[in-house]
């Protein structure tokens, strides 16, 4: 996997130009050297327009490729006193072998990990935590054993945090390669896990928050005004909460197992109700699964009657999935029943947005097969392999009582989510037409126009109808 996707992409040429192997005599060498030289000017700046078109909005839609950061690396940080803990080094071994398995792999263009820099940490954690963090590469065991039990649900070995360090830059070359367009969409098979690792602490198996990081670099450095953060996993992602309940320019969903704060992490926080404060107030949307055994049907109508509706009305212009498969049937602690299959709908519905620029980032997913198959079918769908179909069910009870309940605590923000609560459709929504009023001259899009849907309807159509044949 040391193939850079800019170097796996052969040279545009143009078909008009002759082929430049015809000898006929009577030419001067120097006319043959000239005309080489020509080709190789123009190619060269055929190559320079191509990358100067990448830059450019209106190019977006020749972003083409999906991006796939591994390596051998993210299976050395392991749990040296408990071998047969949970967030093993095999997770990420068995998704790479069902992606090759599919022939999936091949199919991606391989994006080299790198480590995350101490500014690019502490663009979510505090310095003194990451530089404790650091400190632990040289502590003996015994004393990783007493850090780590300063932390709810952490182990620490001594590669964990060049390892963590490179599970974030990970995410971060893929940023670098969707926002340049460079890559149309990604995926990061990478651990540890990070969305609950918070400001000054490690949590939940995880030592830096991936996604957070990502959304704060991407913000940063490639002046992204809306990143929509999608968290799938069974556990709620705290710390990408914290990190944002105050921020209107993330918008967190979250969809988790939570029985009435009876599951892990037990927070208040991850409730239905929470939705953010301040600024933020309305951008953090929790979806509390309060019984087990949620289906496919549960997950999709979540999305399609929560989810889109708020993210085609926030219009991000990146997407970042805290992807855990915990959620997928046979995981041993989310006890669901959505299957793999479920997941590349749920991914495909996301790729819509944001011009497609779509990034997944490995999060929990405690059974290997139902993790590496939910991680095969989101990179099929990334890849633009149509959708398998599901068995077909309808939403448990249990569900859309939680589902209704945070519409209900998120209609007052979202005035997509109104339309669904049964309110008439407001009235100033509907431009009417008058009729001998020419309005032409003015037709350049404006900012409202993509976000309005035109409907055209005039009464006096019923006036056409068979006069014979009612
Ligand atoms: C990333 C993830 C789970 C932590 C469970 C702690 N963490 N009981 O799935
Ligand atoms: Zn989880």
């Given at each position: ?80 006193w408990d ?11 068995a998704?790479?072998?069902?992606l ?23 663009l ?26 300063n ?75 809306r ?84 993210a085609?009305?926030f ?85 859309l ?40 001259g ?29």
């Amino acid at each position: 996997m040391d193939t850079k996707p800019s170097g796996a992409r052969p040279a545009r040429r143009s078909p008009r130009l002759p082929n430049s192997n015809s000898n006929a005599q009577g030419r001067s060498e120097e006319l043959k050297e000239a005309k080489r030289k020509g080709k190789m000017d123009r190619s060269k700046g055929e190559d320079e327009l191509v990358a100067q078109l990448k830059h450019l909005e209106v190019s977006r839609s020749l972003a083409s490729g999906t991006g796939l950061v591994h390596s051998e690396e993210f299976t050395r940080h392991n749990c040296l006193w408990d071998p047969s803990h949970p967030e093993c080094p095999d997770r990420v071994t068995a998704i790479m072998e069902e992606l090759e398995r599919r022939d999936l792999r091949p199919r991606c263009l391989a994006v080299e990990p790198r480590e995350a820099t101490e500014q690019e940490l502490r663009l979510v954690h505090k310095k003194d935590y990451v530089d404790l963090m650091r400190k632990t590469q040289t502590m003996s065991e015994k004393e990783l054993q007493t850090i780590s039990e300063n932390y709810d649900s952490v182990y620490i070995h001594p590669d964990s945090f060049r390892v963590a360090s490179l599970a974030v830059g990970s995410l971060l070359e893929l940023v670098d390669k969707v926002m340049t367009s460079e890559l149309r969409n990604g995926f990061s098979v990478s651990r540890p896990p990070g969305h609950h690792a918070q400001f000054d602490q490690a949590n939940g198996y995880c030592l830096f928050n991936n996604v957070a990081i990502a959304t704060r670099y991407a913000q940063r450095q490639h002046r992204v005004k809306r990143v929509l953060v999608v968290d799938w996993d069974v556990h709620h992602g705290q710390g990408i909460q914290y990190a944002f309940e105050e921020d209107p320019s993330v918008l967190y969903f979250s969809v988790h197992r939570y029985e009435k704060a009876g599951f892990w992490p037990h927070l208040q926080a991850s409730d239905g109700p929470v939705a953010g404060s301040g600024a933020g107030l309305g951008y953090t949307i929790n979806l509390p699964w309060n019984k087990t055994g949620m289906t496919d049907a549960d997950y999709i109508t979540a999305f399609q009657h929560l989810l889109l509706p708020v993210a085609y009305q926030f219009q991000p212009q990146l997407v970042l999935v805290a992807a855990g498969f915990d959620c997928v049937r046979g995981d041993p602690k989310g006890e669901m029943e959505a299957t793999p299959q479920c997941f590349s709908v749920l991914t495909r519905m996301l790729m819509g947005l944001a011009e497609g620029r779509v990034l997944l980032a490995l999060e929990g997913g405690y059974n290997l097969r139902s993790t590496a198959e939910g991680a095969a079918a989101c990179v099929s769908s990334l890849l633009g392999d149509p959708c398998p179909p599901l068995s077909s069910s309808s939403p448990s009870l249990s569900a859309l009582t939680s589902i209704s309940e945070t519409i209900s605590a998120h209609y007052p923000y979202w005035s997509r989510l109104q339309v669904l609560e049964g309110g008439p459709l407001a009235d100033d929504v509907v431009i009417r037409h008058k009729a001998n009023e020419d309005q032409v001259g003015e037709t350049s899009p404006s900012p409202l126009g993509v976000m309005t849907t035109g409907l055209a309807y005039d009464e006096r159509m019923m006036e056409h109808l068979n006069l014979w044949d009612r």
